[in-house]
């Protein structure tokens, strides 16, 4: 009875790994296509922080270029912050393991971090500017065409509500962008992947995580205190967060306050109906005025 269990188990786990395994293939499959974050002859440096995000944005990239038409390079990096205790023996024996051209840049940001911001204010400004520059630098070193971060669905959720919050502004997490020095094209591959699906990936493909020192220490962060906040509403209304995630691929300008986005000053009426009028509540919004132009959410600039 309990081996027939046990091979019952066994089974069951298999299949929902293997079924979680197309979930996240197919959505990083979808998000690259979407954005055309990689194409014929990219070399993509892959930032990698010993985190479970990382981790995971690496795997599935090694696995969908196996089978990817389009041919492309890897090659991943790890910024080594000289933090207090991190196994720098780690990663190198992680990325040999699964034949990945590696580079490990050391720079003592720690030092510079812990010096400069004062006890008890938050770190992560300072620590991602420094980070940012050396990784671009690096970038342009290393001959790579886009640079991949490991940021999934849940951040964009938190940066756009943190954004709105704090900031005044109505701004998420792009899935690509180029740098402010206009070098570097940065990709968010993980774009559509729930934290959620990334914790239990990691545990599946046994990840040998690295914690940081200097983001796990700050419990008190607004970006933390905004996640518990999704989260807990997502424990009590399921799929919010997705549908966070997806109202900013929907934006409709005509029913905001951007006067920069909708011209506002200019609107009259013309006697033709609005299927996304004041009337409507969840359809196209009402057309521009001539010679105005706004891109569908499925359109491109050409």
Not at 35 to 44: C, L, Q, V
Not at 52 to 63: F, G, R, T, V
Not at 85 to 101: A, D, I, T, W
Not at 227 to 233: N, Q, V
Request: charged share 25%; proline share 5%; aromatic share 6%.
């Amino acid at each position: 009875m309990n081996a027939a269990h046990d091979h019952g188990a066994v089974r069951k786990a298999a299949y929902e790994a293997n079924k979680l395994s197309k979930k996240l293939h197919r959505q990083v499959g979808q998000a690259i296509a979407d954005f055309n974050m990689i194409e014929a002859g990219d070399k993509i440096m892959v930032c990698l922080s010993g985190g479970k995000d990382s981790y995971a944005l690496l795997d599935i990239l090694i696995n969908l270029r196996e089978r990817s038409p389009v041919a492309f390079d890897l090659i991943a990096v790890n910024l080594d912050q000289k933090q207090p205790g991190f196994p720098e023996h780690v990663l190198p024996q992680y990325l040999k393991s699964r034949g990945v051209p590696f580079h490990i840049e050391q720079r003592d940001t720690y030092s510079v971090v812990k010096r400069l911001v004062p006890e008890g204010k938050t770190m992560c400004s300072l620590c991602s500017r420094l980070r940012r520059g050396i990784l671009y630098r690096v970038a342009s070193e290393l001959g790579a065409t886009k640079i991949a971060l490991g940021h999934h669905r849940d951040d964009m959720v938190v940066t756009l509500l943190m954004n709105m919050f704090f900031g005044s502004r109505l701004k998420g997490m792009p899935a690509k962008l180029v740098s402010d020095d206009g070098r570097n094209v940065v990709i968010r591959p993980l774009a559509y992947v729930a934290e959620t699906d990334l914790e239990r990936w990691a545990v599946h493909r046994q990840f040998p995580i690295i914690p940081c020192t200097l983001c796990g220490s700050q419990t008190t962060l607004q970006r933390v205190q905004i996640k518990k906040m999704i989260l807990e509403w997502e424990r009590q209304y399921p799929g919010r967060i997705d549908n966070m995630a997806t109202a900013m691929s929907r934006v409709v300008p005509s029913h905001l306050l951007d006067r920069n986005l909708f011209p506002f000053t200019t609107l009259q009426a013309n006697g033709t109906a609005c299927a996304g009028g004041d009337l409507a509540f969840d359809e196209e919004p009402c057309a521009l005025p001539t010679n105005t132009v706004r891109l569908h959410p499925n359109e491109t600039e050409d």
